[in-house]
């Protein structure tokens, strides 16, 4: 017998919509009360297998971000920043951006023009924008703005055959099975808390849950045991688990003899991480390091890393190490096991080859503005991209240097305030449109249940329009004279791990919730899962790697050359410079984070605005009561690349040594970013997850106060 929320929505409604949400990775279904043309509630979709009825806040922010008076619903241009901007319709405003397109690339040239793309912008946007690059012919596409390691070249496709992008090996269906879960430098319950459900239902049902962080968190507040380490030092930590598992034998021989190479250079790269060397520095101490250990070697794991906020700043040692923790355990194929990378997708292969070695050349936005100053002719991207960005006033001033700067998005924001031409942008809740970035390896597709408001449109629609006014055609005149619809058809079947999914066979009205798993090639793949705890919910093949099956037409289990998992030599560094006692000019180490209370999007603020427009730092009471550290007290944390102005928080989520930043809209008049103290990454790399810093009470001696730190650090 199944069981069902009953859902009665306290207003009237003529009509109900099945669709899934687009405001994180965890894909719910959603369903949405509408009268008269307007939404009048929005509930989970008790049918849907991820979310099974439940909503969290910010799938209901749905509701009021459609009818918020603060969102843009015009174009507007400007012929320059210190001119207001203006109102145009639609069409006057991609006249204008291919005008001056046209103008700024006779000057530069078209590889001057940059088109920035995070991983969790809109699919259409992402799709849209990399077709536009690859016919306009400049090599600033989206992916070339990703972190390397969760692209097609990281060490974990040379492991696995498979990217990291692309790496998920049990789905949530299947966590139900596990006995024991690692969760590695994420946070669930506070980034996606519906993705933490299934997480919370292993541990109810007697799982051990495991998590590894630089601060504490509402996940590790719910774990079996949490281990909070030196930021920076996280993947010396997995060498030095890694070692323990094998030096223990908490191993399983046979998988490592029949299906694993290279497992002896494994084995010689962790040796020197002992239990006394991982305390020195990550700052845990030996024996919690053994207990931890204990746990794992008790049964197989599953191993979970990374999230939407934080995968940016995982490494290949990172993400190698969580990945050699599941295989050393046999854990790979099995029920309960794998290695799971949150927020995969199967369109990660529309990365281009475009640098001379054949290879996607991964680089920085803010190392490209400053360090090429005057090189970018045109800027196009979406959201507000500006707040997280490094590089302090650096940047900005590159900013306002750029010729033509295209914004896409619902609000004004900071990213705006640099812009020339702003576009308003629908809701995935006023056109349909594909969902490929989820934290359940599924494809599903939002549906249109209300018109969007003025002249919003999607981010495919501006894409197709500004390339037909310069005449370009994205994806065939055919396709496109077909609609929106038509082109999804086209990039599924075109996707080597999607061929067998239609667009029509993913709407939730007219088929079983939930979307189809890939990798999809053949209509076999196409069948309801079975299997002794999920039947009949879920369309595709849950778990990868599965003894005797072939990974698609590779004809192996894994699709390496040997058919067996590789153990590549990852460099995790020695942590050199992580101690406190080294550094007394800058004692603290800064770590950062989104602010998971705020969400930009949906309140509508503005520079200037009060609504979650102040920046905050977490400090540990111990830190904050030699300091004389009130909350709410006024700091300033400073560093090598500048400082920031932030109010006290008092938390023992971090270490006395570790300071956390939270990312946010500041008034432009105090605005720095919070990631302003780390340096400039070099070109091909993503910025490190900590930085060198102190901190001082507004007003008071800053060398006093840091010269105070360093002892108390000392000591």
Same mark, same amino acid.
């Given at each position: 017998?199944?069981?069902?929320?009953?859902?009665?929505?306290?207003?009237?409604?003529?009509?109900?919509?099945?669709?899934?949400?687009?405001?994180?990775?965890?894909?719910?279904?959603?369903?949405?009360?509408?009268?008269?043309?307007?939404?009048?509630?929005?509930?989970?979709?008790?049918?849907?297998?991820?979310?099974?009825?439940?909503?969290?806040?910010?799938?209901?922010?749905?509701?009021?971000?459609?009818?918020?008076?603060?969102?843009?619903?015009?174009?507007?241009?400007?012929?320059?920043?210190?001119?207001?901007?203006?109102?145009?319709?639609?069409?006057?405003?991609?006249?204008?951006?291919?005008?001056?397109?046209?103008?700024?690339?006779?000057?530069?040239?078209?590889?001057?023009?940059?088109?920035?793309?995070?991983?969790?912008?809109?699919?259409?946007?992402?799709?849209?924008?990399?077709?536009?690059?690859?016919?306009?012919?400049?090599?600033?596409?989206?992916?070339?703005?990703?972190?390397?390691?969760?692209?097609?070249?990281?060490?974990?496709?040379?492991?696995?055959?498979?990217?990291?992008?692309?790496?998920?090996?049990?789905?949530?269906?299947?966590?139900?099975?596990?006995?024991?879960?690692?969760?590695?430098?994420?946070?669930?319950?506070?980034?996606?808390?519906?993705?933490?459900?299934?997480?919370?239902?292993?541990?109810?049902?007697?799982?051990?849950?495991?998590?590894?962080?630089?601060?504490?968190?509402?996940?590790?507040?719910?774990?079996?045991?949490?281990?909070?380490?030196?930021?920076?030092?996280?993947?010396?930590?997995?060498?030095?688990?890694?070692?323990?598992?094998?030096?223990?034998?908490?191993?399983?021989?046979?998988?490592?003899?029949?299906?694993?190479?290279?497992?002896?250079?494994?084995?010689?790269?962790?040796?020197?991480?002992?239990?006394?060397?991982?305390?020195?520095?990550?700052?845990?101490?030996?024996?919690?390091?053994?207990?931890?250990?204990?746990?794992?070697?008790?049964?197989?794991?599953?191993?979970?890393?990374?999230?939407?906020?934080?995968?940016?700043?995982?490494?290949?040692?990172?993400?190698?190490?969580?990945?050699?923790?599941?295989?050393?355990?046999?854990?790979?194929?099995?029920?309960?096991?794998?290695?799971?990378?949150?927020?995969?997708?199967?369109?990660?292969?529309?990365?281009?080859?475009?640098?001379?070695?054949?290879?996607?050349?991964?680089?920085?936005?803010?190392?490209?503005?400053?360090?090429?100053?005057?090189?970018?002719?045109?800027?196009?991207?979406?959201?507000?991209?500006?707040?997280?960005?490094?590089?302090?006033?650096?940047?900005?001033?590159?900013?306002?240097?750029?010729?033509?700067?295209?914004?896409?998005?619902?609000?004004?924001?900071?990213?705006?305030?640099?812009?020339?031409?702003?576009?308003?942008?629908?809701?995935?809740?006023?056109?349909?449109?594909?969902?490929?970035?989820?934290?359940?390896?599924?494809?599903?597709?939002?549906?249109?249940?209300?018109?969007?408001?003025?002249?919003?449109?999607?981010? /495919?629609?501006?894409?197709?329009? =500004?390339? #037909? &006014? %310069?005449?370009?055609?994205?994806?065939?005149?055919?396709? $496109?004279?077909? +609609?929106?619809?038509?082109?999804?058809?086209? /990039?599924?079947?075109?996707?080597? =791990?999607? #061929? &067998? %999914?239609?667009?029509?066979?993913?709407?939730?009205?007219? $088929?079983?919730? +939930?979307?189809?798993?890939?990798?999809?090639?053949?209509?076999?793949?196409?069948?309801?899962?079975?299997?002794?705890?999920?039947?009949?919910?879920?369309?595709?093949?849950?778990?990868?790697?599965?003894?005797?099956?072939?990974?698609?037409?590779?004809?192996?289990?894994?699709?390496?050359?040997?058919?067996?998992?590789?153990?590549?030599?990852?460099?995790?560094?020695?942590?050199?410079?992580?101690?406190?006692?080294?550094?007394?000019?800058?004692?603290?180490?800064?770590?950062?984070?989104?602010?998971?209370?705020?969400?930009?999007?949906?309140?509508?603020?503005?520079?200037?605005?009060?609504?979650?427009?102040?920046?905050?730092?977490?400090?540990?009471?111990?830190?904050?009561?030699?300091?004389?550290?009130?909350?709410?007290?006024?700091?300033?944390?400073?560093?090598?690349?500048?400082?920031?102005?932030?109010?006290?928080?008092?938390?023992?989520?971090?270490?006395?040594?570790?300071?956390?930043?939270?990312?946010?809209?500041?008034?432009?008049?105090?605005?720095?970013?919070?990631?302003?103290?780390?340096?400039?990454?070099?070109?091909?790399?993503?910025?490190?997850?900590?930085?060198?810093?102190?901190?001082?009470?507004?007003?008071?001696?800053?060398?006093?106060?840091?010269?105070?730190?360093?002892?108390?650090?000392?000591?």
């Amino acid at each position: 017998m199944t069981f069902k929320k009953i859902q009665e929505p306290a207003n009237p409604f003529e009509s109900v919509l099945r669709t899934t949400c687009g405001n994180c990775p965890a894909g719910c279904g959603l369903k949405v009360f509408l009268k008269g043309g307007k939404v009048t509630d929005i509930f989970g979709d008790e049918e849907h297998p991820i979310n099974k009825g439940s909503l969290c806040p910010k799938g209901l922010l749905s509701y009021f971000h459609l009818n918020n008076p603060s969102r843009l619903t015009q174009p507007r241009i400007r012929e320059s920043l210190q001119k207001p901007f203006r109102a145009v319709n639609w069409q006057e405003a991609i006249e204008f951006t291919a005008g001056k397109l046209r103008q700024v690339v006779e000057e530069k040239g078209k590889d001057s023009v940059v088109i920035f793309g995070s991983e969790t912008d809109p699919f259409d946007y992402l799709a849209g924008a990399t077709g536009f690059a690859s016919r306009f012919k400049t090599s600033f596409t989206p992916d070339r703005f990703f972190p390397r390691s969760w692209g097609e070249n990281g060490l974990i496709r040379k492991m696995f055959g498979v990217p990291a992008a692309q790496l998920q090996t049990n789905t949530p269906r299947d966590w139900c099975n596990s006995r024991c879960i690692l969760l590695y430098c994420c946070d669930p319950a506070t980034s996606d808390p519906i993705t933490f459900g299934p997480i919370l239902d292993a541990r109810d049902r007697g799982a051990v849950l495991l998590t590894i962080d630089t601060k504490g968190s509402v996940t590790s507040s719910k774990a079996t045991m949490s281990l909070r380490v030196r930021p920076g030092s996280q993947s010396v930590l997995l060498n030095g688990i890694l070692r323990l598992l094998i030096s223990r034998e908490f191993v399983d021989a046979d998988f490592i003899s029949e299906w694993t190479e290279d497992f002896q250079s494994l084995k010689s790269q962790v040796e020197p991480y002992t239990p006394e060397k991982i305390s020195q520095l990550c700052g845990i101490a030996s024996t919690e390091l053994e207990r931890f250990v204990e746990y794992l070697g008790k049964s197989p794991v599953q191993v979970i890393a990374g999230d939407w906020s934080s995968r940016k700043f995982l490494s290949d040692a990172d993400l190698c190490g969580c990945a050699a923790i599941s295989c050393l355990k046999g854990s790979i194929g099995i029920p309960g096991g794998g290695v799971n990378f949150l927020g995969v997708s199967p369109f990660s292969s529309m990365r281009q080859a475009n640098d001379k070695n054949g290879e996607v050349a991964d680089i920085s936005l803010e190392r490209l503005m400053v360090d090429r100053a005057g090189y970018i002719s045109s800027l196009f991207w979406y959201g507000n991209p500006r707040a997280a960005l490094t590089g302090g006033k650096y940047s900005r001033e590159a900013l306002d240097k750029v010729p033509l700067i295209v914004h896409l998005s619902s609000y004004h924001n900071e990213t705006c305030e640099h812009a020339h031409v702003s576009i308003p942008m629908s809701s995935w809740l006023e056109y349909d449109g594909l969902l490929a970035t989820n934290n359940g390896r599924a494809i599903q597709c939002h549906k249109k249940v209300v018109d969007p408001p003025g002249q919003c449109r999607s981010p /495919l629609e501006f894409w197709m329009e =500004l390339a #037909g &006014a %310069i005449g370009l055609s994205l994806f065939g005149e055919g396709e $496109e004279a077909n +609609g929106n619809a038509k082109i999804y058809d086209s /990039l599924l079947r075109h996707n080597p =791990l999607t #061929g &067998a %999914i239609t667009f029509a066979g993913l709407d939730p009205n007219a $088929e079983v919730p +939930g979307g189809i798993l890939w990798p999809c090639t053949d209509p076999s793949q196409l069948q309801f899962e079975s299997s002794r705890f999920v039947k009949g919910t879920t369309r595709g093949l849950n778990i990868l790697f599965q003894r005797n099956r072939d990974y698609l037409d590779s004809g192996r289990r894994f699709p390496t050359p040997s058919g067996k998992v590789c153990f590549p030599m990852f460099a995790s560094g020695d942590a050199a410079g992580l101690g406190t006692g080294s550094v007394r000019n800058l004692p603290l180490m800064l770590t950062t984070g989104v602010r998971v209370d705020y969400v930009e999007e949906y309140a509508g603020s503005r520079p200037g605005d009060d609504f979650g427009t102040e920046q905050f730092v977490k400090i540990n009471p111990m830190l904050a009561k030699s300091l004389g550290i009130k909350k709410d007290d006024a700091l300033v944390i400073a560093g090598a690349a500048g400082q920031v102005n932030a109010r006290a928080c008092i938390s023992d989520d971090v270490a006395p040594d570790v300071l956390f930043l939270a990312q946010g809209p500041v008034p432009e008049t105090e605005y720095s970013g919070p990631m302003s103290l780390f340096d400039l990454p070099a070109e091909g790399n993503t910025p490190e997850c900590f930085a060198r810093v102190t901190v001082f009470k507004t007003g008071s001696d800053r060398e006093a106060t840091t010269k105070k730190i360093a002892e108390l650090l000392a000591s």
